[in-house]
């Protein structure tokens, strides 16, 4: 089959595409709860005439198309969105206050299932199997881990997996790769700094954990700066810093939560037991206590 014959047959279902991904944007749902979301990838599937198994790690969904043989390959799309409250003044905004396809898990499926309505048109021509994989909880539930150890990956035995994410940061119609890794992988932070309480009058008579946790954030930044091989890659953000309830009182607790990204295991794993290090020590040296 040639490539411009593909070309060809995805702009005819382009509108198709777009009305798939409308829809499930305007019903974004998050990690483990895409019910919504797997059903319409259920009910498209069975109107593709292809075969499939669902409720795979709760709500995921994997199709198959070819004669069920090795060689097997396997086209992979996330389902959930993010707990975001949507601003966009668009027509297939978010119906759900706090939630939101902001990271473009609603365009993956929806590529997936015209993917899937293109290679069922031209199943005849497969000399092997496809699964299409509709994967849940991406965004920091391990939903892959979970539908590879519920067997996704055998009967036949997958050899090869293709996935995409779409960026906002190369042209529209381009695609982008390179050898090697491309993407991190990522842990998550959560820091809960304890101090002591009391008037912000009189902060000699408490042990402030806000300023404390205030130089764990900036601390935390010389980890990437002053420790990591220029030529290798890491990220730390603290993106959520919580504390106290009244403009008078020092609080007693801060809590501080965020992300670790790296490129290999070994550096998320080096970095996790840096932050733990730094957070604890900073805690220390400023008479606080730092649970990591």
């Known amino acids: 089959m040639e490539i411009s014959e593909i070309v060809s047959q995805s702009k005819g279902i382009h509108q198709w595409i777009v009305e798939k991904r409308r829809t499930i944007h305007r019903h974004p749902e998050l990690m483990y709860e895409e019910f919504e979301t797997s059903k319409l990838v259920q009910e498209t ?158 902060p000699h008579h408490t042990i402030d954990p806000v300023v404390t946790g205030s130089k764990i954030v900036v601390e935390l930044q010389t980890l990437i700066s002053r420790e990591l091989n220029p030529l290798e890659s890491g990220v730390i953000s603290i993106t959520m810093a919580n504390a106290g309830s009244a403009t008078n009182v020092i609080p007693s607790t801060m809590e501080l939560q965020g992300t670790i990204r790296s490129l290999t295991s070994e550096g998320i794993s080096k970095l996790q037991k840096r932050v733990k290090e730094v957070a604890e020590s900073i805690a220390t040296a400023n008479r606080c206590e730092a649970e990591v």
Not at 71 to 92: G, K, N, Q
Not at 147 to 157: A, D, F, I, S, T
């Open 45 to 202: 599937l069975r109107d593709l005439r292809i075969p499939y198994q669902k409720d795979i790690a709760i709500t995921g969904v994997v199709g198959v198309i070819g004669n069920g043989e090795e060689p097997c390959i396997a086209l992979r799309a996330d389902m959930d969105a993010l707990p975001i409250h949507e601003e966009t003044d668009v027509d297939f905004r978010s119906e759900i206050d706090g939630k939101m396809h902001a990271c473009g898990h609603d365009c993956h499926t929806a590529m997936l299932l015209g993917a899937a309505r293109i290679l069922k048109e031209n199943e005849n021509k497969i000399q092997g199997t496809v699964k299409l994989i509709f994967q849940p909880a991406e965004e920091g539930g391990a939903g892959g881990k979970m539908m590879r150890e519920q067997g996704v990956l055998q009967n036949p035995k997958v050899q090869k997996i293709f996935a995409l994410h779409v960026a906002g940061t190369i042209p529209m119609g381009t695609l982008a790769s390179k050898e090697g890794t491309l993407l991190a992988g990522t842990s998550s932070i959560k820091i809960l700094v304890k101090g002591n309480g009391g008037h912000a009058a009189a």
